[in-house]
Every structure is written in C-alpha cells, then in structure tokens.
C-alpha cells in the first residue's frame, strides 16, 4: 500500500471514527455552547476527511470498507449537509432551551444522537458488506427515532413510535431480501463472509439463481422503500417531519432518505449485471411515479408548513426513484444531479421554516403570512428555496427535471404524461401556499429573528449556480457514475 491509498484509509477511518468520539465527548460534557460548538467543530472535521478523498489514491475494496465513484458522491453530500445543518442547529437548539422545550440533559443526549446518526448514515455509504450496510442504515434510523421523540410532547411520541414501527417493518423486509441475496450468493461464492461482499457479489452474479435474485429485490425495494417514503410507505415521514426539531427535519429530507436510497442503486446494480434477472426498473418507476403524482396531490390539503414540505420529499424522492428506474445515461444523471440539488434545496428550506416557526410560534400556515415584509431575509430565504423546489429557472432542480423529462420522452413518451402531470400539479400546491406565505397580510409576531443566515443561503447560492453553470469535471464524474448504474 502507498502512501497515497494509505492517507484515504486513513480518510475513511477518520470519517468513522470523528462521529465516535464526538458522541463520546457530547454524552458527558455539560453546558450548550460548549457542545454546540464540539457538534460543529467534529461535523467540520468529518467534511474535511470526505473531501480528502478526492485527492488521494482510493484503497483497494476490503471485506468491509469501500470507496468508489457512487459512494463519494453521497459521502461528500452527506458530510457537508451534516455540516451545515450543526450550524442552523446551534441558533436553532439555543432557542429551544431558552423557551424551556428542552432541557440540559436533552441537549447532551440530542448532540451525542446527532454524531451518532452520522457516523451510521457514513458507514451505510462506504460498506463493502451488504450485512454491515444493513446494520448502519437501522443505526442510522432509530437515532433518529430518538431525536424525533425529544420534546416528549403526546404528539412527537406518537410520531416517534410510528416512525420506530413502520421502519423496523421496513427494515425487516431489507433484512429479508438480503439474506435472499446471500442465499443465491452462497452456492457460488461459497458460505461466511465473502457471500456478502458486495464487490464479489457483483462480480460472479451472472452465476446467481436468477429466481432468488428477483424475489429478493422485491423485499429489498419494499423495505429500503419504507426508508426513501415511497408510496404508499410513507406514512412515518410526515408526522416525523412535524413534530420533531426541525434540524432533524432537515437531516431526515436532505440525508438519511438518500441513505436508503443508495442501498437500493446498488442492489439495482447487482440485479442489472444479472443477465437473467427481471429488470428492477419497471418496479422502481412505478413506486416513483406512484409517490410523486399522490404527494402533489397531498401538498394542496396540508396546513402545517413542516408537514408540507415532508410531502414535497415524498414527492421529490418518487422523482429520483423514477430517473433511475428509467434508467440510461442522461436519466442516471438526472437523478444523481436532481438528488444533489434536492437535499441542498430542502435542507435549506427547513431552515428558514424552523426560525419561522420560532418567530410565530406556529406551524400552522394559517398563522404565517406576509414574511418578506415582516422579516425579509427569512421570508425571501423561503421564496427562493420553494422557487428551486418547485423546479422555476435558472435554480439546478429544473436542470435536473428538464433533463429527465426530455430522457422520458425519448425512451418511454406515454410515461412522460404523468411525470409532467405529477410536476405540474406539485408546482401549483407549492405557488398556492407561498402566495399566502410570502406575500399576505401579515400575521403574528413581528419580533427580529435570532437565526443564522449562512447555512440557508449557502444552500441556495449553491443550487443557483448548478442551475445556470456545472463545471465540466462535475458533468464528467456524474457521467461516469451514470454509466455505471446502466
């Protein structure tokens, strides 16, 4: 090993480990500027190490660990979202303890969860094993089934419990279709380990029983699906949306759905390379379109802004399922870059809705009105960011949308109606509730808001400039990564 690949190791080790220790330290130490500040300084650290491993020689695929074209796309997106979002968090979390919502012991057990949930979200995303994999994306989940109960409110218990219910049903499916994979695996790659090493998998999967293969993707796609918020499995992701803090909202639509979704692709990937194999993109593309045509229509019945924008995940995530069930170069490249600019864009959007209820009081949308005269920076912070989620130019999710659609027109035309169909009605719920939002009467506290700017407008600034200018290495690694997902 040279030095080179022995420094990515050592990245990869360090992405692990800094989320380790941070949790460690977070548990134990009091006071909350001292643990906000820890919570920063270690989510800083670990984009740090996942941004050195594009300057380094990758080591070579272990039994456990791996780095390859995919993963650095999701561990890179994951680190800097994890990042910003401890930034929003310290304004965010400093408010809640000053109303009283939450208290010390809260704070030491809310920054530990927070650490933890990262370290499981990146070892879901650099596992070679898809044992281990499991394991990280349930790790990643019922820590945040713990942070979605922190109020101890009626309401974010029960939240808390449907989340903690529906994904172990979830993922009780996952495990099944993983133990299917390693039954088919076993004859060929022989028992223990190497039957779930992934990069084994892939490559003697031509000589896998093809009927195992299919059954297991089903379960797989089921049960990851229930991660993603897929219809109709959805049900956990609104209510965990609305009643937990709202940087968790945040990690939840920007993060850990891409967790999930990720296990899918390469489970996808392992099937695509079976020549035998049903094609796992009819199943993925109707799940998708199922998802985003019912979420728009969910969007123009809600009245909590939280749970609003829970659907439009809902919705968005059936379009990233949909691009990759397609399939094909320009539709794998429209969902990578739609699901890059979807986690920028919403988690920005929760953002500015956590100082807005803050502000008000209220989630209620009934009870928020006429933000950019009351207060601009956070009501034009919120125009821009529905603007990018709605798809308007120049922002990078109508990129992403335009390039899907034209791939759907000349691959599957008749598809292409209730993918527009589903976009447009999504568009119009998005313009009726911002209208009110943004521009209305305004309504309730006028107090200047306490909040952090920067996480919010970074987001944006970023989406901005994918919609107007991607730079040609970008175009060409997304190109890679999009053939490879064929």
């Known amino acids: 090993m040279n030095a080179s690949s022995l420094f990515a190791f050592d990245a990869v080790a360090a992405i692990l480990a800094i989320p380790v220790v941070a949790a460690a330290?977070?548990?134990?130490?009091?006071?909350?500027?001292?643990?906000?500040?820890?919570?920063?300084?270690?989510?800083?650290?670990?984009?740090?190490?996942?941004?050195?491993?594009?300057?380094?020689?990758?080591?070579?695929?272990?039994?456990?660990?791996l780095v390859d074209d995919l993963n650095i796309v999701f561990i890179v997106l994951n680190t800097f979202v994890g990042f910003t979002t401890s930034l929003f968090s310290a304004s965010y979390i400093a408010h809640e303890l000053e109303t009283g919502r939450?208290?010390?012991?809260?704070?030491?057990?809310?920054?530990?969860?927070?650490?933890?949930?990262?370290?499981?979200?990146?070892?879901?995303?650099?596992?070679?094993?898809?044992?281990?994999?499991?394991?990280?994306v349930e790790l990643a989940t019922l820590t945040t089934v713990l942070m979605v109960g922190i109020y101890r409110t009626h309401e974010a218990l029960e939240a808390a419990w449907k989340y903690f219910i529906l994904g172990s049903v979830g993922i009780a499916f996952a495990l099944f279709g993983t133990i299917l994979v390693y039954l088919a695996a076993q004859p060929v790659v022989g028992e223990g380990y190497d039957a779930m090493v992934w990069?084994?998998?892939?490559?003697?999967?031509?000589?896998?029983?093809?009927?195992?293969?299919?059954?297991?993707?089903?379960?797989?796609?089921l049960g990851y699906g229930t991660k993603v918020g897929l219809a109709p499995l959805h049900a956990w992701l609104p209510d965990a949306h609305a009643e937990g803090p709202t940087p968790i909202s945040a990690v939840l639509s920007g993060l850990l759905l891409n967790v999930a979704l990720y296990a899918v692709l390469r489970f996808k990937i392992l099937l695509a390379a079976s020549p035998e194999a049903i094609s796992p993109g009819p199943l993925m593309m109707t799940m998708g379109l199922a998802s985003l045509i019912f979420a728009a229509f969910m969007l123009y019945r809600r009245r909590d802004i939280k749970r609003m924008?829970?659907?439009?995940?809902?919705?968005?995530?059936?379009?990233?399922?949909?691009?990759?069930?397609?399939g094909g170069p320009l539709?794998?490249?429209?969902?990578?870059?739609?699901?890059?600019?979807?986690?920028?864009?919403?988690?920005?959007?929760?953002?500015?809705?956590?100082?807005?209820?803050?502000?008000?009081?209220?989630?209620?949308?009934?009870?928020?009105?006429?933000?950019?005269?009351?207060?601009?920076?956070?009501?034009?912070?919120?125009?821009?960011?529905?603007?990018a989620i709605a798809g308007l130019p120049p922002?990078?999710?109508?990129?992403?949308?335009?390039?899907?659609?034209?791939?759907?027109?000349?691959?599957?035309?008749?598809?292409?109606?209730?993918?527009?169909?589903?976009?447009?009605?999504?568009?119009?719920?998005?313009?009726?509730?911002?209208?009110?939002?943004a521009f209305g009467q305004p309504r309730g506290s006028r107090k200047p808001a306490e909040a952090s700017y920067l996480p919010m407008y970074s987001h944006l600034v970023l989406v901005l400039i994918a919609g107007i200018y991607l730079p040609p290495p970008l175009v060409a690694w997304f190109q890679h990564i999009a053939n490879l997902l064929r």
């Open 199 to 221: 990069t084994l998998l892939v490559e003697r999967v031509a000589d896998f029983d093809p009927a195992l293969l299919n059954v297991a993707f089903v379960f797989l796609l």
């Open 102 to 136: 939450l208290t010390s012991a809260n704070l030491r057990f809310y920054h530990a969860m927070y650490q933890i949930m990262m370290f499981g979200m990146n070892l879901a995303f650099v596992s070679n094993n898809i044992g281990l994999m499991w394991v990280a």
């Open 331 to 387: 539709a794998n490249f429209a969902g990578l870059l739609h699901m890059v600019m979807h986690s920028l864009t919403k988690s920005a959007i929760f953002f500015a809705v956590g100082h807005i209820a803050q502000i008000k009081g209220t989630q209620r949308l009934s009870a928020i009105r006429g933000l950019t005269e009351t207060h601009p920076a956070l009501g034009w912070g919120l125009v821009i960011g529905v603007a």
């Open 395 to 437: 922002m990078g999710v109508f990129m992403s949308e335009f390039l899907l659609v034209s791939s759907t027109f000349a691959r599957q035309p008749l598809l292409a109606v209730p993918l527009v169909f589903g976009l447009l009605v999504a568009f119009g719920a998005l313009l009726l509730r911002l209208t009110g939002v």
């Open 25 to 65: 330290l977070l548990a134990l130490m009091p006071g909350y500027k001292v643990t906000a500040r820890i919570n920063v300084a270690a989510s800083l650290l670990t984009l740090v190490a996942a941004l050195s491993l594009f300057v380094t020689e990758r080591p070579a695929p272990g039994r456990y660990l």
């Open 309 to 326: 924008f829970a659907y439009s995940s809902i919705e968005h995530m059936g379009i990233i399922v949909f691009a990759f069930g397609l």
